[in-house]
C-alpha cells in the first residue's frame, strides 16, 4: 500500500519556507539611524518562529499519521475564512483610518468572530489596541498609521 505524504508535512514544510524566506528579507533590512531597534527585529522573530514551527509541523506530520485523510476536518472553515478576511480588510484600512481606530475595529471582529460578547469586545478591544499602539511608539519608537487622528 502506497503511503501518501500527509497534509501537515506539506504545510509544515511550505510554513518553514514561508519562515525562512521573510527571515532572508528581514536580515538584509538595514538599521534606521536614531532607533533603538531595527526595522528587520520583528520579522526575524516572525520569520525565524515560522520556520522554527514549520520545521516541527513537518516532523510531527511523518510522525503522527493517526487520523485519516477522509475523517479530517476541514481545512478551510467560516472561521478561517472570517480571520483571513478581517486580515485583508485591516490591511488595506489601516492607513486610511489610522492604526487606533482599524486596530480597534479589527480587534472586535476578532473577538466576536471567535464567539465572544460585545461586552467583552468593546472592554478589551481598545485596552489591546491602545497598549500595542505605546508599545509601538513609545517604547519600539516604531511610527503606525494615524489615519482620522492624524
Known amino acids: 500500500m502506497k503511503r501518501s505524504l500527509p497534509m501537515d508535512s506539506v504545510l509544515g514544510l511550505l510554513f518553514a519556507l514561508g519562515g525562512a524566506a521573510i527571515l532572508h528579507q528581514a536580515l538584509n533590512l538595514h538599521a534606521v539611524p536614531g532607533m533603538n531597534v531595527g526595522p528587520g527585529l520583528f520579522p526575524s522573530i516572525v520569520g525565524g518562529g515560522m520556520a522554527l514551527m514549520g520545521i516541527a509541523l513537518t516532523i510531527q506530520g511523518w510522525l503522527v499519521r493517526d487520523e485519516p485523510e477522509e475523517e479530517a476536518p476541514p481545512l478551510v472553515t467560516w472561521f478561517a475564512v472570517g480571520i483571513v478576511a478581517a486580515i485583508a480588510v485591516v490591511i488595506f484600512a489601516m492607513p486610511y483610518?489610522?492604526?487606533?481606530?482599524?486596530?480597534?475595529?479589527?480587534?472586535?471582529?476578532?473577538?466576536?468572530?471567535?464567539?465572544?460578547?460585545?461586552?467583552?469586545?468593546?472592554?478589551?478591544?481598545?485596552?489591546?489596541?491602545?497598549?500595542?499602539?505605546?508599545?509601538?511608539?513609545?517604547?519600539l519608537r516604531v511610527p503606525l498609521p494615524r489615519g482620522l487622528l492624524g
Not at 469586545?121 to 499602539?133: C, D, E
Open 97 to 139: 483610518l489610522g492604526f487606533l481606530v482599524a486596530g480597534t475595529i479589527f480587534s472586535v471582529v476578532i473577538v466576536l468572530i471567535s464567539r465572544g460578547g460585545w461586552l467583552s469586545a468593546l472592554i478589551f478591544s481598545p485596552i489591546a489596541t491602545a497598549t500595542i499602539y505605546y508599545l509601538f511608539t513609545w517604547a
